[in-house]
């Protein structure tokens, strides 16, 4: 393309001089008895490129008229400014978890199951839901992943390599030992707090809020911090705990094995959430709790916090020119000099041409 292509008009005259140039006069006649001798002359080197001077002029002149015309080549490209948040997932694995009371396709599956499968959506986004206006993925957000029982584990650090922390999410098992056993929710704060200010001033610089998501299903019973603490320790460092009381009320089934038989079978027992204290969490922190029964209810609880905190993602496009005129550049793999030295050279060459060789011979 041409900064000012009005200039190409002017390689209309270039016909005219060149015209003006090679276009052969009237010679003039002196009469002879026999030109059989001169006939017999050849033309010299010097005669025979005697017309390359006026070529070389003509195409000086058509590469300055062009560099007049400023041609250039751009190059769009576009920086992606990114303000995401850092956020914690803190999973219960507790012997408690293993109640089958959702269901995945029709299929009962135990807490946590159910937990990996909405998780998994939240982070790397669903494109059902996507296409319905729903969860579209976290991409731009540090996420790290915490699990507890009896204690807490940091399953890894907030990290934008979501493919490694699904990874990790679906090796989680719920604990089967009973020295293991427990809901230790404060420690399990506690460490999320720690992970998420422990990020380096670079990921700091980049993230807009920092966020827990707790799930778990129990009430705190292990542990050396106290759930509600944790939540003024996070509240101090600005973080928000959003947190999600997993699983029914009253009852809910168990898998079990018949104690002769061996035999699978189901157990019915009884289930309680101190709701009271998760909704004390996240009031302290200024978020919100939620209660999730069941699959499409999980869902919907991380459809709300996908909106509540919403990542900010500002793209600014632009275009890199490349000045021809005064810019070496490459075209079809072969580099050409800028066009404007390319227009000296040829009227050098020109000059040369004409008084250094031509000329010498006269």
């Known amino acids: 393309m041409f900064e000012s292509p009005w200039f190409l008009w002017l390689l209309l005259i270039v016909p005219v001089i060149a015209w003006q140039m090679f276009h052969r006069k009237q010679a003039w006649s002196i009469t002879f008895s026999s030109t059989r001798l ?7 080197w010097r005669q025979r490129i005697a017309w390359l001077p006026d070529l070389l002029t003509l ?5 300055m008229i062009v ?5 250039r080549m751009g190059r769009e490209q576009t920086v992606i400014d990114s303000e995401g948040i850092a956020m914690e997932i803190v999973v219960d694995r507790s012997g408690s978890m293993q109640a089958m009371d959702f269901q995945i396709d029709g299929q009962h599956v135990d807490r946590l199951t159910a937990i990996k499968n909405v998780a998994s959506s939240f982070i790397k986004g669903d494109e059902v839901e996507a296409a319905e206006g729903g969860i579209t993925g976290r991409a ?7 699990t507890f029982a009896g204690y807490a584990d940091a399953m890894t650090p907030p990290t ?3 493919a490694f922390l699904l990874a990790q999410l679906n090796h989680a098992k719920i604990v089967t030992q009973r020295d293991e056993d427990g809901t230790a929710i404060g420690d399990a704060i506690s460490l999320a707090v720690e992970k998420l200010q422990s990020l380096d001033a670079s990921e700091k610089s980049a993230v807009k809020s920092k966020v827990i998501i707790l799930m778990t299903d129990g009430e705190n019973t292990a542990g050396e911090f106290d759930p509600v603490q944790a939540a003024e320790l ?11 009381g997993v699983g029914t009320k009253g009852r809910a089934p168990f898998p079990s094995r018949h104690p002769f038989t061996g035999e699978a079978t189901v157990q019915w027992m009884d289930v309680n959430i101190d709701e009271e204290t998760l909704r004390k969490i996240a009031e302290t922190t200024g978020a919100e709790y939620f209660r999730a029964t069941d699959t499409k209810s999980l869902t919907a609880i991380y459809d709300a916090i996908d909106q509540l905190e919403k990542t900010k993602i500002e ?12 810019q070496s550049f490459t075209w079809n793999a072969l580099s050409f000099p800028p066009i404007a030295l390319l227009a000296l050279f040829l009227i050098a060459a020109s000059v040369m041409v004409k008084h250094g060789l031509i000329q010498t011979w006269v």
């Open 234 to 244: 996070a509240k101090t460092m600005g973080i928000k705990v959003y947190a999600i």
């Open 67 to 71: 560099a007049l015309a400023r041609p």
């Open 38 to 44: 001169v006939s017999a002359i050849r033309p010299s």
């Open 59 to 63: 195409l000086a002149l058509v590469a």
């Open 315 to 326: 793209s600014h496009r632009f275009t890199d020119y490349q000045e021809l005129a005064v």
């Open 160 to 162: 934008l390599d979501h």
């Open 140 to 146: 731009s957000d540090l996420i790290g992943l915490i």
